[in-house]
């Protein structure tokens, strides 16, 4: 797990890249950077707390002009409210990755594809293997639970490359 967030990290830091100091905004408060992350990037963390079923934090890492997003939620209704937000930010998406196999990283994929129908959905062959192997029965179980906030269509993510 610790080479695809090292990839991930790599892949953030090519993608958003700029001048300037990094941010961190964890729950809306900035911290400053240090050492050798001295780019422009900013991460804002949503995380539905109570009002979710499995309050699973997504990431957004964004640059001057882009952003990528590190997981999806649980339910469409906390997608829409993710995508809202970033939709707000005023960056465009690039690329979502989703770090686990289980529902609550990727049922939201859905909503957030039609949000943003230009981003790319990657994820190790790993966590690929795991939805796959998972998904229908924990659609199953879910959709009738999440009722209207049940995907209406799973998505799985492409494999993320490494890069030399």
Do not use: C
Not at 46 to 75: M, R, W, Y
Not at 90 to 100: A, P
Not at 123 to 152: C, F, Y
Request: charged share 15%; hydrophobic share 45%.
């Amino acid at each position: 797990m610790k080479t695809a967030f090292r990839i991930l990290a790599a892949y953030a830091m090519t993608l958003l890249a700029g001048g300037g100091p990094l941010a961190a905004h964890a729950a809306g408060q900035p911290a400053p950077a240090t050492g050798a992350a001295q780019q422009a990037l900013a991460v804002e963390v949503f995380n539905p707390g109570e009002a979710a079923i499995f309050a699973v934090s997504s990431v957004l890492v964004q640059g001057k002009h882009d952003a990528i997003l590190i997981d999806a939620q649980f339910s469409a209704d906390q997608a829409r409210k993710l995508a809202g937000r970033i939709k707000a930010s005023g960056k465009r998406l690039t690329t979502i990755y989703v770090s686990h196999g289980d529902p609550d990283y990727y049922f939201g994929l859905d909503t957030l594809r039609q949000a943003f129908p230009a981003a790319r959905i990657l994820a190790t062959p790993q966590t690929i293997a795991h939805i796959q192997a998972t998904k229908d029965e924990k659609l199953k179980v879910w959709g009738l639970k999440l009722g209207e906030n049940a995907p209406r269509q799973l998505i799985v993510p492409d494999a993320l490359q490494a890069t030399p």
